[in-house]
């Protein structure tokens, strides 16, 4: 099955800096990778999403790029607010309706104000 | 968008007992909903498929007669965690998949064994 790892796992930044997450995965069949940020023993929010005939996508300050041949996606956060602190999950499916995700290992942000 | 609703949010039963969630899709219809366990500050690790009309299909290494799960319709999934014991405790959440590749996830149910 798919097996997605996610890096760092903690993650402190200074208010106004960026963040970057990686995550890589395994099964090359995976064509959906979603970014989720879950406050604690809250449900995941999606916040942003990439399909793998796209290289990268932005909406506001956040933007996901994905590198099929390299299986590998990352989170950008520019300009970071102490809003922002949160677990940030990555996953993988295969995009198709009715799928699975594969979640990576959660990155624990704190934006330090 | 669309809205799933578990039940309970937080429960505590007494071990040995058997606890039953309840994954309820409001406003949409779902052949197929996930089941996930969350350790704390762990990942979601998917648990099983929940499949409507058939039986579920379980991820290697999830005992399937420890964890129960009926789709008994278009809207409504159970798990039930049998003869529960304190290393069962943990956040369960489950999802729906929505339109062409979104997940709705439910609120999670955080389950104390004591």
């Known amino acids: 099955g798919e097996n997605v790892e996610q890096h760092p796992s903690t993650l402190s930044v200074q208010e106004g800096d960026s963040a970057v997450i990686k995550c890589t995965y395994s099964?090359?069949?995976?064509?959906?990778f979603p970014w989720y940020k879950q406050e604690l023993g809250k449900r995941p929010q999606l916040i942003i999403d990439?399909?793998?005939?796209?290289g990268e996508k932005k909406d506001q300050r956040i933007a996901v790029t994905l590198n099929k041949t390299a299986k590998h996606f990352s989170l950008h956060i520019t300009e970071t607010q102490p809003e922002d602190s949160a677990v940030y999950f990555c996953?993988?499916?295969?995009?198709?309706?009715?799928?699975?995700?594969?979640f990576g290992t959660g990155t624990s942000l704190t934006v330090i104000p | 968008g669309a809205v799933v609703s578990q039940h309970p949010s937080r429960v505590i039963c007494k071990s040995g007992t058997s606890v039953k969630i309840e994954c309820r899709s409001l406003?949409?219809?779902?052949?197929?909903m996930f089941w996930y366990r969350q350790f704390p500050k762990k990942s979601l690790m998917l648990m099983a498929t929940?499949?409507?009309?058939?039986?579920?299909?379980?991820e290697q290494g999830v005992e399937k007669d420890k964890f129960l799960i009926n789709h008994a319709s278009l809207t409504l999934s159970t798990l039930t965690v049998t003869s529960a014991h304190p290393e069962d405790s943990s956040f369960y959440i489950c999802?729906?998949?929505?339109?062409?590749?979104?997940?709705?996830f439910g609120q999670g149910t955080r389950l104390t064994v004591v």
């Open positions: 999802s729906a998949p929505g339109g062409n590749t979104e997940a709705f």
């Open positions: 099964d090359s069949a995976s064509n959906y």
């Open positions: 990439i399909r793998s005939n796209v």
């Open positions: 996953a993988a499916s295969l995009g198709l309706g009715g799928n699975q995700f594969y």
């Open positions: 406003d949409f219809q779902a052949t197929t």
């Open positions: 929940s499949n409507e009309g058939s039986k579920a299909t379980y």
